[in-house]
């Protein structure tokens, strides 16, 4: 076990540059290009694009992307996020159909499915989820799948939806710890995300959730976070680095060293969670297939 000293080893984002460890490799290659046209050519969206992924290039490399359903325009306004923010104009009702193509083509054996919120809508878009992962389903009955969903704004008839179609993994991530929520996630709350992973838990679905490092928070903080996690029966954890999108977004306070992320990954298992991913670089759909429950 790494002692808690090692935290020392972070660097403030005020030094200048990013680390060293936080430098990736540009987009290329054949099958990257492939993709690239299958999304486009079915008008998909995707969180790799939207939510500008670092690991985009190595991911769409392997042939597999995070599709972002119900458009590209969410109804809040998390202070993290570079995905943008309105009152969206229109549901497509065809997307779920033109997803599982892509799905199909991409000849992908895992599928990542997340979305915006749309709190507008009666059900929070949660008739799209249901029909998207049937469709999958349905056009390719082989694939696992996990789904990155929203909270619904604690409407349980909704999330039911989703969970009556039985994908193998339901990730809702708590972004960040408690103290920062109303400073991070404006329109979320901690509790009834904890509750959502809850109820997800009861239906027999394997639970997820994620969080990012280095917007302010303490080391305690985030041992209270996986202690409240573990507690309402999340099973796997992902932990990454914030960084910031643009400079409207909030600024990065410190960069985490790769030693901290492992020192919290050891950590949470410790807790116990089941699995743990943890490095600068992780995001939540990133090795999504090793998330699976083992059989």
């Not at 409407?155 to 039911?160: G, I, N, S, V």
């Not at 995001?283 to 059989?295: A, G, V």
């Amino acid at each position: 076990m790494i002692e808690l000293p090692i935290i020392q080893k972070n660097i403030p984002a005020t030094a200048g540059k990013r680390p060293d460890w936080l430098r990736v490799k540009l987009p290329y290659g054949e099958t990257f290009r492939e993709v690239r046209h299958i999304i486009d050519d079915h008008s998909l969206h995707t969180v790799c694009e939207s939510a500008r992924c670092p690991n985009m290039g190595e991911c769409w490399g392997a042939g597999t992307a995070t599709f972002m359903i119900l458009g590209n325009v969410c109804t809040r306004a998390c202070s993290f996020c570079a995905v943008a923010t309105g009152r969206p104009t229109e549901l497509d009702i065809e997307e779920p159909q033109r997803v599982a193509q892509a799905v199909q083509l991409m000849r992908i054996k895992h599928a990542v499915i997340t979305s915006v919120n749309r709190d507008e809508l009666a059900d929070g878009g949660a008739g799209i989820w249901a029909a998207t992962i049937r469709a999958i389903h349905e056009t390719s009955p082989g694939v696992t799948m996990e789904t990155l969903i929203p909270d619904f704004k604690s409407k349980w008839d909704a999330l039911y939806l989703v969970t009556q179609e039985q994908p193998d993994v339901i990730s809702h991530n708590m972004e960040t710890v408690k103290r920062l929520y109303r400073k991070v996630r404006p329109q979320a709350r901690y509790e009834r995300s904890l509750e959502q992973i809850q109820r997800t838990h009861e239906t027999g679905i394997r639970t997820k959730s994620g969080i990012m490092l280095g917007l302010g928070e303490t080391p305690e903080e985030v041992y209270e976070i996986m202690e409240d996690l573990v507690n309402h029966n999340c099973e796997v954890l992902t932990l990454g680095q914030y960084l910031q999108p643009t400079h409207m977004h909030l600024p990065v306070a410190e960069f985490i060293h790769p030693e901290v992320f492992q020192h919290y990954q050891e950590k949470g298992l410790e807790i116990g969670f089941q699995y743990v991913e943890s490095g600068p670089l992780v995001r939540s759909s990133y090795h999504s297939e090793r998330h699976l429950r083992p059989n």
